[in-house]
């Protein structure tokens, strides 16, 4: 990216964090420690080569390091990526109150939804058994319409494909009414009660749906305007 040709700190700043996606991905890294893969779990729409090259700028700056692992090649943020966790979030808390979505089709995907929710779903409410909740996007292209959440011992694992077990719960619903239900536009109650969900199965998981399905973290941000 071509430079400001300032001093000013927010424009050596902006020169770094303004590329596209590069937000988004330090958004990601605020998760904790996450594969190449992983990353672009989170961001469906970036280019695996894109993604490598703001890597590696943001590397060069000091924002991220990259370590080699058991598990491969991890990423994670630097205390100076820790320090701009307070700025990411608040960017979040002013475009959910400013700009929020309209949940517009362009808006919507399902691996989002789906990668989002795996990381905040309150695993402590499942028992000790494994648990497998199964969400039919209706309006979703075939291929992505049938998501499986697994939770066994406190983990949560999110599957495109039949992970081969009995399911606990089946939720149908369209996927702008789960992304509404996400960002706390609307309860699960009122989903209900609207006509635009359909839970079947387990009677215990079904009552706590709300409980254990957590929230976007910008959920309680309510808009300037009503």
């Not at 075939?142 to 081969?164: F, N, T």
């Not at 369209?174 to 209900?192: F, P």
Request: with cysteine; charged share 25%; aromatic share 8%.
């Amino acid at each position: 990216m071509k430079g400001y040709g300032q001093f000013c700190p927010v424009a050596k700043a902006a020169e770094i964090l303004s590329e596209r996606w590069t937000a988004l991905i330090i958004r990601e890294l605020l998760c904790g420690q996450q594969s190449f893969n992983n990353l672009r779990r989170g961001l469906p729409l970036i280019s695996p080569s894109l993604l490598s090259t703001r890597l590696k700028t943001l590397e060069h700056h000091g924002v991220i390091e990259r370590q080699k692992t058991t598990e491969g090649i991890l990423y994670s943020l630097t205390p100076s990526g820790e320090e701009l966790r307070p700025i990411i979030m608040e960017l979040g808390v002013w475009g959910q109150r400013w700009v929020r979505s309209d949940m517009s089709k362009t808006d919507l995907d399902p691996s989002l939804l789906m990668w989002d929710m795996h990381r905040h779903i309150n695993s402590d409410f499942f028992p000790d058994k494994r648990t497998v909740i199964k969400f039919e996007f209706s309006q979703c292209p075939a291929k992505m319409r049938d998501w499986w959440l697994v939770i066994d011992a406190g983990e949560v694992d999110v599957c495109l494909k039949s992970p081969g077990h009995d399911i606990d719960l089946q939720i149908q619903c369209s996927l702008k009414t789960m992304s509404h239900i996400w960002m706390g536009d609307m309860t699960v109650t009122q989903a209900h009660r609207g006509k635009l969900l359909n839970v079947i199965g387990n009677s215990a998981l079904k009552l706590g749906m709300q409980e254990w399905l957590g929230l976007s973290s910008f959920a309680n941000v309510k808009p300037a305007t009503e």
